[in-house]
């Protein structure tokens, strides 16, 4: 049977990290795309030369041509720039607009039955530009934040409880920017809710205190890494959490994983990419899984696609030649 084939458009700092734990995996053939001559093949050279070590058999190949994607299962985006310390993902949205459409348009001739999975921020507004310019089906277009998000709050959790994160469930939804919403009442360690691990341990009113603070923690988790970096973004969390989506999807696994995706009016949304959880398998998103929010979670959400509604509302001004395709 022949191997799978991953193609990663932008070559940078998760470029890297990408290919590498798709090497790691063997999770298919990869090439890895990026406008900067050298710097892929380069990568990747590094990458092959220790396969004997890691124990992988997989095709690498660094390009800067498009065509060299042709016949992609899956297609990973991180192309763009990342913020700098005291910028918003919102900040990046003119210079990465732009870049998502010619990326987009690339992917649309040489790979049109990949899947795509979208790293590149401001995150909602990116995956809906690669979703217009492209016309590949919604199921097929998809963003990477809410993995992330919910496995960091899931991480401040395993800490506060002195627990294993990997007995922590807990999901963050909406819009991957500051009015992200880390979803407390269903927040669990095994099963038993943390709000009542925290009650015990702290009594009502700290308990209250400590999960707020570790909600805002991960509200800004990304704006932490960027500052302690100095110089960049995160870029080991945001890969490996696209590698988890794209191997649902490759190997069928029917994953249920917060993913940006396009709603047709669950949870009161219409026509809008946000993060929700979704069952991730062979033909992508292969269904959202709606569920009851109470009042003012949904508040919270609402203000979260508001926020993303506005970014959506400025890439005609940043895009004029496409104003026509944007509000279809
Ligand atoms: N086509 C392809 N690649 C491009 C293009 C383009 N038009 N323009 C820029 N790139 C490449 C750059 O050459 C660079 O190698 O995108 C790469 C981005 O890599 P980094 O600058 O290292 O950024 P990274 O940390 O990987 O983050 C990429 O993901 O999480 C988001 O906010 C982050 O938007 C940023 C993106």
């Not at 899931?154 to 922590?168: K, M, N, P, Q, Y």
Request: aromatic residues 6%; proline residues 4%; hydrophobic residues 45%.
């Amino acid at each position: 049977m022949a191997r799978s084939k991953i193609s990663l458009i932008g070559g940078g700092q998760i470029g890297g990290v990408l290919a590498q734990l798709c090497a790691l995996r063997e999770l298919g053939d990869v090439v890895l795309f990026d406008i900067v001559e050298n710097m892929p093949q380069g990568k990747m050279l590094d990458i092959a030369e220790v396969a004997r070590v890691d124990q992988f058999d997989v095709d690498l190949k660094g390009t800067n041509e498009y065509k060299d994607i042709a016949g992609s299962d899956i297609v990973i985006v991180t192309a763009g720039l990342p913020r700098k310390p005291g910028m918003s993902r919102d900040d990046l949205l003119a210079v990465n607009a732009k870049i998502m459409k010619q990326v987009s348009e690339g992917i649309k001739e040489f790979a049109p039955d990949a899947f795509v999975i979208i790293i590149s921020n401001p995150l909602d507004a990116m995956v809906t530009l690669c979703q217009k310019v492209t016309g590949f089906p919604a199921e097929r277009v998809m963003g990477q934040a809410g993995v992330l998000d919910s496995n960091r709050f899931c991480t401040f959790i395993a800490w506060e409880l002195g627990v294993s994160v990997r007995d922590v469930n807990a999901m963050v939804l909406g819009g991957h920017g500051d009015t992200m919403v880390p979803i407390v009442r269903y927040a669990n360690v095994n099963g038993v809710p943390v709000m009542e691990q925290l009650v015990r341990k702290h009594g009502e009113s700290k308990a209250k205190e400590v999960m707020t603070a570790m909600v805002e923690r991960t509200k800004m988790a990304g704006g932490e890494v960027v500052k302690l970096l100095g110089n960049g973004s995160a870029f080991y969390s945001p890969a490996s959490s696209a590698i988890a989506m794209a191997e649902a999807i490759l190997r069928d696994q029917k994953r249920v994983l917060p993913v940006c995706a396009l709603l047709k009016g669950e949870f009161g949304v219409d026509n809008y990419y946000v993060g929700v959880p979704c069952v991730l398998g062979a033909d992508g998103i292969e269904n959202i899984i709606e569920f009851e929010l109470d009042e003012e979670e949904q508040a919270l959400f609402n203000n979260s696609v508001a926020a993303v509604k506005g970014l959506i509302d400025e890439l005609p001004n940043i895009l004029p030649d496409m104003a026509d395709v944007l509000k279809s």
